[in-house]
């Protein structure tokens, strides 16, 4: 429920329905049993999956965003905000920024898309394996669903230092679909062939969140960062402008 009304408490705001659940922070999910990791992240390959399907224009969401060249504005939006928190060199995003606009693979499609789609931004039932409710939507918008879907799939490239992702974990002892497996998953639940150019968007996607995470630390160093993890996450930028450069180095092989 959004309230424009300024006169009620000062200033715009809005409010959410409580969901009684659990937030679950490590993507190993170590509590759990092998059964039950596979459930969850198949319940959130489909929360994904159904996200997408949502027909926007029918529900009232058709000027949420500019319909097509999501790609195109996003890497734009993402290089200038580097640039203005730029501090150290970081040499893999300067490659980055002049590489990724050069080659946008062809095709273009628009759904509805969360922006920040991670097992942290999700709410799962009190006891059992599943998605119950989605948070964090600040970065939401009419996009492409290629892009959306390939940022969850980052936590397969990256160890649980750079994105709580699981590249370093046993997939199969711990009953965690592989990459491949994740990939069927959604591409089963929502008509698809396959998952084209996968390396150019997980590229895409790293360098998003680098540049991300570079604003974070300059806000840090600024004194205005409102986490007072601020600068140990920003230091991630570059690493991760290094993983998403081994992904364009895969393209090439």
């Known amino acids: 429920c959004l309230c424009e009304d300024e006169g009620v408490i000062g200033t715009v705001f809005y409010i959410m329905e409580m969901v009684q659940g659990r937030i679950l922070w490590d993507s190993a999910l170590p509590d759990m049993s092998r059964a039950e990791r596979g459930q969850i992240y198949q319940s959130m390959n489909q929360a994904m999956a159904a996200l997408h399907k949502v027909d926007y224009e029918a529900i009232g969401l058709g000027d949420f965003g500019k319909v097509g060249e999501y790609r195109e504005r996003q890497i734009h939006r993402w290089s200038k905000t580097y640039r203005l928190s730029e501090g150290d060199a970081i040499p893999a995003m300067d490659r980055l920024i002049e590489w990724l606009p050069q080659n946008i693979p062809p095709g273009d499609e628009t759904t509805l898309i969360h922006g920040d789609f991670r097992m942290d931004n999700m709410v799962f039932h009190p006891t059992e394996p599943k998605v119950i409710a989605l948070l964090d939507w600040e970065l939401a918008t009419l996009g492409h669903p290629v892009g959306d879907f390939t940022y969850t799939l980052m936590g397969w490239r990256l160890g649980k230092d750079l994105f709580r992702g699981i590249a370093d974990a ?6 965690i679909p ?6 069927a998953q959604y591409c089963a639940a929502t008509g698809r062939d396959e ?6 968007y997980l590229a895409y996607n790293m360098f998003r969140l680098a540049a991300i995470l570079q604003g974070i630390a300059k806000r840090a160093q600024d004194g205005t960062a409102a986490s007072p993890h601020a600068m140990e996450q920003g230091r991630r930028a570059g690493p991760l402008a290094e993983a998403a450069w081994q992904q364009v180095e895969r393209l090439a092989r």
């Open 195 to 200: 998952v084209q150019n996968l390396e150019w």
């Open 170 to 175: 046993d997939l199969p002892a711990l009953g």
């Open 178 to 183: 592989t990459e491949d497996e994740y990939i």
